[in-house]
């Protein structure tokens, strides 16, 4: 069983930063991949950005590439979401989420391959 615990968001004006957290309690295995979703008042959620829980590549949506950075300490079972450049359509409340990968890989962001996830953090994004 795997526990996950957000922090880090908040409130900015557009074009500042924020940094998430995500620490992993449980076991997590080689074959796992972590990742950040997102979800807007209205919408579905969306996939952000997941890296391979032991390290490896990162794979991000189109929508944030450039501005935002995966990284991981795993000392700490804690995955960080390094946000740039915030627009207002960054606004959402943003999820962690921790599953198998899918189809060999952690690039394909779909929500049905993340079993656990965290309560979410809110980020807002002013103009």
């Known amino acids: 069983q795997v526990q996950l615990e957000e922090s880090g968001g908040g409130s900015v004006q557009a074009g500042g930063s924020l940094r998430l957290s995500c620490t992993a309690s449980?076991?997590?295995?080689?074959?796992?991949?972590m990742a950040w979703f997102r979800q807007a008042p209205g919408k579905s959620r969306e996939g952000v950005a997941a890296a391979y829980a032991t390290g490896g590549s990162t794979y991000y949506a189109d929508s944030v590439k450039g501005r935002f950075t995966l990284s991981q300490d795993y000392a700490k079972n804690t995955l960080y979401l390094q946000m740039s450049s915030l627009k207002p359509e960054d606004t959402a409340m943003y999820y962690c989420?921790?599953?198998?990968?899918?189809?060999?890989?952690?690039?394909?962001?779909?929500?049905?391959?993340?079993?656990?996830w965290g309560a979410g953090t809110q980020v807002t994004v002013s103009s």
């Open positions: 989420a921790a599953g198998e990968l899918y189809s060999g890989s952690c690039a394909y962001l779909l929500l049905r391959a993340y079993k656990y």
């Open positions: 449980g076991p997590l295995y080689s074959r796992y991949c």
